[in-house]
């Protein structure tokens, strides 16, 4: 049972029905790890996860969360940009998990931001499988985050319905600027 109003939750709910033991995903977002030890377990031994964070210290965080675990050999760490995707990724990937925003405990100003997170969606098509999914959690709370939701908004927008679905979900009647999860399936 998952709660209604927690976003994570439900990317991991809809992640975990796309993906089976042995395929590649990706974490486009690290930061402390949540996502990519839950990737890590979901594909299992003979799986792999590419995991991004432009911070050494999201990715020191996720190595030990993934050591703690003893599962970071599935996991490939990558000090880059998401928009870099393509060229440590090759396809077909199944999943693909943006978590927007700053790290949880770091830097506010060291957030995800609109150019690079269109430009990583973008590039993430070109690996993603037949079948596969992408989850993007978008946060508009914070400085440039309701631009940044926007563009993301706009950029699912303009998929071509003939060969993707879209769903959008947000608790609606919360303040506060609730997060909303954004489903793409190919
Ligand atoms: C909300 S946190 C991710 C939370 C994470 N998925 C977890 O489970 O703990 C967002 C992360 O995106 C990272 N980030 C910002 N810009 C990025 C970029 N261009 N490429 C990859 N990661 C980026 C930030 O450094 C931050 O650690």
Redesign the pocket.
Known sequence: MIAINDIVAASHFFVARHVRPGDTVV??????????LFLAKLTGPGGRVHA????KK?LANTRALLEKNGLEQRVSLHLD???NMPVHVSGPVRAI?F??????G?DQE????PD?TVA?LSGSLGVLAKGGIISVATYSGHQGGSQEEEAVAAWCNGLSPREYTVMKLRVLNKENNPPMLWLIKG
């Open positions: 974490d486009a977002t690290a930061g402390n790890g949540h996502d990519t991004f964070d432009i911070q999201a940009s998401h928009k998990m978590n927007l925003g700053y790290l949880p770091g060291l957030v995800t931001v690079d990583a």
